[in-house]
């Protein structure tokens, strides 16, 4: 079936150092979302790309959907300890959502 | 808007007994989603409703559990009888539309403990 895989599932970086997760389908998306949930919180989301290659920014989060619109990633750039939390990707394809496991990132100061 | 309102936000129970939660969608929503967290897991679809209407239930884990919507402004989640394995958080979103990928605006959760 399906399957939306992120890596890594783990992300310890110093503060004001760069982040990246990656999201990989096993399948061509129609879309892809990404989510991000505080600590104790609920997902929220973040933004939606839809286009092959598409690149968006928000900040200092950069977002990529590949040309084979098959994967994904987030970058963030200089962390700051407001980044804390865990970042889902959400792929889209038959009208059918599939959640990443997530990457917790965390922040050492 | 006050966003998705969920209750209870924590319930702690025994094996076997009864657990419903509730949910509130955000107003105008056609689309109402159940997931449920957990650590080992991830975040899993359980049913969602459009217009009221069940449409994908395959994530219901058993027939332990069912998911109703009476109307626009409510859903309940059932779990009967619970197991311990069912602690988790369960979160109900809500979005505008489906199929293009529309966001999807999640409430605060229940956490369930079953001892």
């Known amino acids: 079936g399906q399957q939306v895989m992120q890596i890594p599932q783990y992300q310890h970086v110093q503060e004001g150092e760069d982040f990246t997760t990656y999201c990989n389908s096993s399948t061509t998306l129609s879309n892809i979302q990404w989510y991000k949930q505080r600590p104790g919180g609920h997902p929220v989301f973040l933004i939606q790309?839809?286009?092959?290659?598409e690149v968006k920014k928000q900040k200092r989060l950069t977002f990529q959907f590949g040309e084979a619109k098959k994967n994904s990633s987030l970058h963030i750039t200089a962390t700051q300890t407001t980044d804390v939390g865990t970042y889902f990707c959400a792929g889209n394809r038959d009208d059918k959502i599939i959640f990443g496991k997530g990457t917790r990132l965390h922040i050492l100061p | 808007d006050a966003g998705v309102i969920q209750s209870p936000r924590h319930e702690v129970t025994e094996m076997g007994q009864e657990v419903t939660l509730r949910c509130k969608p955000i107003s105008g929503h056609d689309y109402l989603f159940w997931y449920r967290q957990t650590m080992m897991r991830g975040l899993e679809l359980l049913i969602y409703f459009n217009n009221n209407v069940p449409i994908d239930d395959s994530g219901m884990p058993e027939d332990r559990f069912s998911a109703k919507m009476p109307n626009a402004s409510f859903s309940t989640l059932k779990i009967q009888p619970s197991e311990p394995r069912d602690s988790a958080v369960y979160f109900c979103a809500s979005s505008l539309v489906w199929g293009q990928g529309a966001p999807q605006y999640f409430g605060p959760g229940t956490r369930l403990l079953v001892l």
């Open positions: 790309l839809v286009k092959s290659g």
